[in-house]
């Protein structure tokens, strides 16, 4: 029998390398997943929507904590790159997966869109 598979509307990692955890990654994670268990968000719980997983490095560990998202989009596969992250923010993050609205742009780098359906 295969796992049983959730489906999601987005997947937060949070950066849990070594220069992230010394700016409290590890903190902010557990806040972060404490959060969207109490208020119902987490892809297991009913209703739910959000995946949020750690990760190694992420490549700006001077700008810690890092988190990323990875959304499916009408246009796309959209990514949100985030630095110097705090709760407040990744919480809202967190909601704007789950609501299907526009990201965040605080603290916001990097790409908005990785992949369109009509891209190569
Ligand atoms: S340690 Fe987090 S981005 Fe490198």
Redesign the pocket.
């Known amino acids: 029998m295969p796992p049983k598979y959730y489906p999601t509307r987005g997947h937060l990692l949070v950066?849990q390398?070594?220069?992230?955890q010394a700016r409290g990654s590890s903190l902010l994670y557990q806040a972060l997943w404490k959060h969207l268990e109490r208020e119902a968000l987490s892809y297991y719980k009913q209703g739910g929507s959000v995946r949020l997983t750690t990760s190694g490095?992420?490549?700006?560990?001077s700008y810690?904590p890092?988190l990323c998202v990875y959304r499916q989009r009408p246009e796309g596969l959209e990514e949100g790159w985030y630095a110097a992250m705090e709760f407040p923010l990744a919480s809202r993050i967190a909601q704007a997966v789950h609501e299907d609205a526009p990201l965040p742009v605080e603290h916001r780098y990097g790409p908005a869109l990785i992949a369109g359906p009509e891209a190569d």
């Open positions: 950066c390398g070594n220069s992230c490095c992420l490549g700006a560990c810690g890092t």
